[in-house]
């Protein structure tokens, strides 16, 4: 299937409920953060240790979960393609937490602040955390912009999820240091 | 997600023009779609989109379709035979029609009229339509759009006789020079290089227009 149209070759873009706006518009920002956000996802879970199978398919659910908020957050909340999009729904942030919850139970509790590094995944995670905490502020800046009290439940699960995915991301930081033996870095000030 | 996979049956072939033809497969009892969406053939090498033509309510599901000169699928598909079994999944896609107080612009080239067609038989009404195609014969499903369409719009680009009753040159033309101002809800259908370029018409004469597009090649 052909991928490109050249429609926006000039700066401008579609958004999914169909108006045409500038590139820089915030809300292309937003989705562009979170498509970010799902490549920085992608080259993690390329490098997982072999000993988190399981953490490569927790990250293949969340980069769907990802692809699903883009949709989110290339639709005007106002705009009738809302009733295109399925909802995205309060469990997602229930299977993070449930998630965050397992792997804490294998690690130390925090004594000081870490320094972002140590075995290469978890380098990895940190980089996708700091691109989801930027994700998270665009997105905030945008439901400010739109109106924060008209939009749709969905948006304001989204928020909750791009929150909550920063801290699965610092935990599994961690625990990739964990699985593999690797010594966390710690700040010595 | 896992997308079902459904089986139809070929119940009939019918020409539309000298490059077009007309699939009736039976109609899966649960499955159900909104006009303007498509469903993907499958064989066990390939697969292809095509958009539904008919109703949401009709018992049979319809395809229009283009024979691509030395295109594969398409060349099976013309000469499948009554009976014919065929896998599908579906319903895809989300180029369906959205009632706004903006006055919708259905612009197609070829056999990108089909989503319209679906969408007319499911009783949308007062749209304009600018259909592009090469020769007047191509004008498939021109009596639907008589009787639906606020103004239809057939476009010829190639030669044809001098007949008042359609607009001779392409599509863009006729969005360039004859469409009144105005903002709008533009659904483009067909071919990359029409989409790119209503889409930077539109940019340029007709700001703050919603723009919808599915592209088929
Ligand atoms: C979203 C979507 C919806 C589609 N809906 C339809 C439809 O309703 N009806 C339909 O006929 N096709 C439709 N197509 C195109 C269809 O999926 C196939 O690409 C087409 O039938 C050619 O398949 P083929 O194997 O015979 O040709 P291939 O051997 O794959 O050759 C492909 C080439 O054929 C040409 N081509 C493809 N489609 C067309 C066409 N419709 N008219 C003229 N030239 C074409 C292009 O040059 C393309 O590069 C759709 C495609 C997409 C992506």
């Known amino acids: ?184 870095p710690l700040w010595k000030s | 997600m896992k997308q079902q996979i459904y089986t139809c049956e070929l119940q009939q072939s019918t020409r539309l023009s000298a490059g077009t033809f007309e699939l009736a497969l039976s109609r899966p009892r649960d499955f159900t779609f909104q006009p303007g969406q498509r469903i993907r053939l499958l064989d066990r090498y390939r697969e292809r989109d095509y958009s539904l033509v008919n109703a949401p309510a009709d018992s049979s599901l319809r395809l229009c379709i283009r024979r691509v000169p030395a295109g594969s699928f398409t060349a099976s598909l013309h000469a499948a035979a009554t009976g014919s079994r065929f896998q599908f999944s579906g319903p895809h896609g989300y180029f369906v029609f959205r009632s706004t107080s903006r006055p919708a612009v259905f612009v197609a080239t070829g056999t990108g009229i089909a989503p319209f067609a679906s969408m007319a038989r499911a009783k949308t009404r007062g749209f304009t339509l600018l259909h592009g195609v090469k020769s007047p014969d191509d004008l498939y499903y021109a009596d639907l759009f008589h009787a639906t369409a606020g103004t239809y719009v057939p476009c010829i680009s190639g030669k044809a006789s001098t007949a008042a009753r359609w607009f001779h040159g392409r599509v863009t033309g006729y969005v360039e020079k004859e469409l009144p101002p105005g903002t709008y809800d533009f659904y483009l259908c067909g071919r990359t290089e029409m989409i790119r370029d209503v889409t930077w018409l539109i940019d340029e004469h007709f700001p703050d227009s919603n723009v919808y597009s599915e592209i088929f090649f």
Request: with cysteine; hydrophobic share 40%; proline share 3%.
């Open chain 1, 1 to 184: 299937m052909k991928i490109y149209t050249g429609g926006g070759d000039r700066g401008k873009t579609g958004l999914f409920s169909g108006e045409r706006v500038a590139k820089s518009h915030l809300q292309v920002e937003a989705y562009g953060d979170v498509d970010e956000l799902n490549s920085t996802i992608g080259s993690l879970a390329a490098v997982l240790p072999t000993k988190g199978a399981d953490i490569g398919e927790q990250l293949r659910l969340i980069q769907s979960d990802l692809l699903h908020i883009g949709a989110w957050l290339a639709t005007t909340p106002t705009a009738q393609p809302t009733a295109l999009l399925e909802e995205f729904a309060a469990d997602r942030v229930g299977f993070l937490e449930n998630t965050i919850d397992r792997m804490e139970e294998n690690l130390h509790p925090l004594s000081g602040f870490i320094l972002p590094g140590g075995h290469v995944s978890s380098a990895a995670a940190h980089v996708s955390r700091t691109v989801c905490r930027r994700a998270e502020r665009r997105v905030v800046a945008l439901m400010e912009q739109l109106g924060s009290e008209q939009l749709p439940e969905s948006w304001q699960q989204v928020l909750r999820y791009l929150n909550r995915l920063s801290d699965y991301l610092f935990v599994l930081a961690r625990y990739c240091n964990h699985l593999t033996g690797v010594d966390e």
